[in-house]
C-alpha cells in the first residue's frame, strides 16, 4: 500500500540551529502538507502546497519556516534558527484529489527536539 | 476561526463494550468531517463525512454526520484491546486546504 514517508523519524538539535525534515509524498498525490503535534496538544496545520507553491498557511507558519519541492519527489520543511517551542512532532501528508475533499494520508512524523 | 471539540477527552472501557465518541464543530462554509485514529505516531484515516445523516461503516466502526447540529459521533462496538488509541476529529472548510483538528479523545480498552 503507498505510504508517506518521513525523515528522520528524531532529530535532536540545538537551538538557533536549522534543520530540514524531508517527505515523500504519495506518488500520484498533487497536494502536500505539513502540521505539527507538541506533546500533549492537537495536531495543528502548518501549510499547504500545490503546484510548486504555497496555498496556504496558519500564523505559525512564520519567516522561520519555508517549504520546497526540489524535486518530483521530496517535499521539505525548513525551520531556521530552530526555538525550544519548535520542539514537536512534524507530519507531512499528501493527498490525491481536487478540490479540498478526500483524505489525507499522513507519515508516521518526525520528532524535532531543541535543546 | 474553525473550532472543533471532542468529548469525552478521555474513556476507559472493557472489552466487549460499546462506545460513542463526539464531536462538534464550528466551521464556515463546511465541506467535510474526517475521523482519524491515532496510535503511536501518525493519524490513520478512519471516515470522511460530507452529507448528513448517512452512516459510514467499517467493521465495528461506525459513524454519522448531523449537520443541523454541527456534531458528528464515531461509533465503536465490541470494543477490543486493539482499540486503545486517540480518535481525533477534523473538519474541512470550503475553499480551504487545512484540516482543524479537535483535541482528541484518548480510549483505553482494558482486559
Known amino acids: 500500500e503507498p505510504e508517506v514517508t518521513q525523515t528522520p523519524s528524531h532529530q535532536v538539535t540545538q537551538m538557533g540551529q536549522e534543520v530540514i525534515l524531508r517527505c515523500v509524498p504519495i506518488s500520484n498525490h498533487l497536494y502536500f502538507y505539513w502540521y505539527r503535534q507538541i506533546l500533549g496538544q492537537k495536531v495543528e496545520f502548518l501549510v499547504s502546497?500545490?503546484?510548486?507553491?504555497?496555498?496556504?498557511k496558519s500564523e505559525i507558519f512564520d519567516d522561520q519556516f519555508s517549504v520546497e519541492r526540489p524535486d518530483g519527489s521530496n517535499f521539505t520543511l525548513k525551520i531556521r534558527s530552530t526555538k525550544l517551542e519548535d520542539s514537536a512532532m512534524y507530519f507531512c501528508?499528501?493527498?490525491?484529489?481536487?478540490?479540498?475533499?478526500?483524505?489525507?494520508?499522513f507519515g508516521e512524523g518526525s520528532r524535532l527536539t531543541v535543546l | 476561526e474553525d473550532k472543533v471539540v471532542q468529548s469525552p477527552l478521555s474513556l476507559v472501557v472493557h472489552e466487549g463494550d460499546t462506545v460513542t465518541l463526539n464531536c462538534s464543530y464550528e466551521v464556515t462554509n463546511f465541506r467535510s468531517l474526517l475521523w482519524y485514529k491515532q496510535e503511536k505516531k501518525a493519524p490513520t484515516f478512519l471516515f470522511m463525512l460530507t452529507s448528513s445523516g448517512i452512516e459510514k461503516k467499517s467493521g465495528r466502526l461506525s459513524s454519522i454526520l448531523d449537520k443541523k447540529e454541527l456534531s458528528s459521533i464515531l461509533n465503536i462496538t465490541a470494543t477490543q484491546t486493539g482499540d486503545s488509541a486517540i480518535y481525533l476529529c477534523a473538519v474541512v472548510g470550503a475553499g480551504s486546504y487545512q484540516l482543524t483538528f479537535g483535541k482528541g479523545t484518548k480510549l483505553s480498552v482494558i482486559p
Open positions: 501528508a499528501s493527498r490525491g484529489g481536487q478540490g479540498n475533499t478526500g483524505e489525507l494520508f
Open positions: 502546497f500545490y503546484n510548486n507553491e504555497i496555498s496556504e
